[in-house]
């Protein structure tokens, strides 16, 4: 924020904000241990001599297999929550079509009614004045 009245507007602050006071980061089980097999493909792929000597040892089989179906059933968790999300949106949705064509076909039947009543009057009005000038 800046004020508008008058001496600060030279343009010497910098236009950045700085959020990073404002922002925490934890790090959870799972992305550490991505992290560590991340580190080991990497580790892996590049040359002996640049890895770490403070790598932890690798995890077992069996671990890994198990974070990685845990990672794929928060997936399916997530998929499934916005699956029945996006359902609970279309049925919202649906209602509110089914509503608006039933006031739509509401309207249109005041409208013509109205119509039919216009025309009602119309002729009555043309027959008044059709009589007045006879009667002239």
């Known amino acids: 924020s800046f004020c508008l009245k008058g001496e600060g507007l030279d343009g010497s602050f910098p236009a950045v904000i700085d959020y990073t006071p404002y922002l925490k980061f934890t790090q959870s089980s799972d992305s550490i241990s991505s992290d ?11 040359s002996e001599g640049s890895t770490p000597e403070n790598v932890r040892p690798p995890f077992t089989d ?40 039933s006031q739509n076909k509401l309207l249109l039947q005041r409208i013509e009614d109205m119509d039919l ?20």
């Open 36 to 46: 560590e097999e991340e580190l080991r493909t990497l580790g892996s792929s590049g």
């Open 62 to 101: 069996e671990n890994i297999w198990y974070n990685k179906c845990k990672r794929v059933e928060q997936k399916y968790r997530l998929a499934l929550e916005q699956k029945g999300y996006l359902e609970e949106l279309v049925r919202l949705r649906e209602n509110q079509l089914s509503e608006s064509i």
């Open 117 to 136: 009543a216009h025309k009602m009057e119309k002729e009555q009005l043309e027959y008044i004045i059709v009589e007045l000038q006879d009667q002239l």
